[in-house]
DNA sequence: GTCTATAACCGGATAGAC
DNA sequence: GTCTATCCGGTTATAGAC
């Protein structure tokens, strides 16, 4: 454990209060509070609350893009590779639900500031938007699944991976809020997304053959 | 058309930016503006922003929650009723994105306000919170497929539905912009969804017998 | 009912002592 | 580097004339 820095305390702080409130309710004193400080120190060493902001921003998009273009890039076979994706996917969005939750939010209040920041982010680490999409397709061909859309399979594996998570609140209203509490929640899920987008694509060949 | 009241025109106004901006984002002068009067007026009409708050979700949730009882209720054959479920969600998500992706981020923030608000609705129209669960439950096990988890029908249904559609700003940064704005889009997307669900549906049943 | 003017408050940012 | 005290702009809400 190395010594932790005052600025790591603010910024830790800070990504707990923006990620819930985002941009605009954050309030700087709250996150003095959570780091331990005062407005003034805060201050001191971040300027205003957009350059906090955005070096949480530029934090927290980092350690996702790692995690998440990693796993896309592997080369075993389509079968665990998918397997992996969503387990991948699963997990991190699990274990952060804050980030996917305030960017679908925030980005859509006409701010700039985060796809740029995210671009940026990709573009630092040697990627292009694009790469996403082209990866997608070139394992679809591979597999000879040429005929399967790699837009409509993109948007199935998102949004059956990140709704129930970042809709736990929703959901917990309608089935109780115990239902995600249960360990095997995740694993039963994993299983179900895993079946249930390679049926989709085997029953799509098999029509076209 | 009836004479526009000017309660209406408020609530019309206030509905706009709270959707966009979130409880803490909106600013009464804003809605004074976009409604052609003053602050001043406003607070005559709905005293504090928290009572023309819930005025507003009142009335958006009882719109929603209308249009989406009533086609879960349908008593169509079950390929007709799935069919015609997703064609409404898309629609009505896709008219309205602001509803889905304002509650999503509202509901964590911890407010209570939202969920009792909600429960309330529902009660108003004699509706449980488990309604939609036993619904889907009795649909299924009436085409035979009792051994389909109504959890994971429903999770998938709604996560195929809601996430591109309120994941646009996102998945245009992906896809290109000019994705979304196709015409066809909502119509390829209906007819995968469906696909893919009934599916899923007879991939399992298939299994187990 | 509708307006203008203003009170009361809150939150980001800064000054200046230590 | 860290604190207390304060400034200043912006926001909700109200007072009071018409």
Redesign the pocket.
């Known amino acids: 454990m190395a010594i932790e820095g005052?600025k790591e305390r603010i910024i830790q702080a800070a990504a707990a209060e923006f990620l819930q409130k985002g941009s605009g309710g954050?309030?700087?004193?709250v996150i003095a509070d959570k780091a331990g400080?005062?407005?003034?120190?805060l201050?001191?060493h971040f300027?205003?609350?957009?350059r906090l902001y955005e070096t949480v921003l530029r934090q927290q998009f980092s350690k996702l893009i790692d995690s998440l273009f990693e796993q896309l890039e592997k080369e075993t076979d389509f079968d665990t590779w998918l397997q992996s994706l969503i387990r991948k996917y699963l997990r991190e969005i699990m274990t952060a639900p804050g980030l996917s939750r305030f960017v679908l939010w925030e980005l859509n209040s006409g701010a700039k500031v985060l796809p740029q920041l995210f671009k940026k982010c990709l573009a630092d680490k040697g990627h292009d938007p694009s790469f996403i999409l082209t990866t997608i397709n070139r394992r679809l061909q591979e597999e000879g699944l040429g005929n399967i859309d790699p837009v409509h399979f993109l948007l199935n594996l998102l949004a059956l991976c990140i709704y129930p998570v970042i809709a736990k609140p929703i959901l917990e209203q309608i089935l109780g809020s115990g239902y995600f509490k249960a360990g095997d929640f995740i694993a039963s899920r994993e299983e179900e997304i895993f079946k249930l987008l390679k049926q989709g694509i085997y029953r799509q060949n098999e029509e076209d053959k």
């Open positions: 005052i954050a309030r700087m004193q400080i005062n407005k003034a120190l201050h001191y300027q205003t609350k957009q």
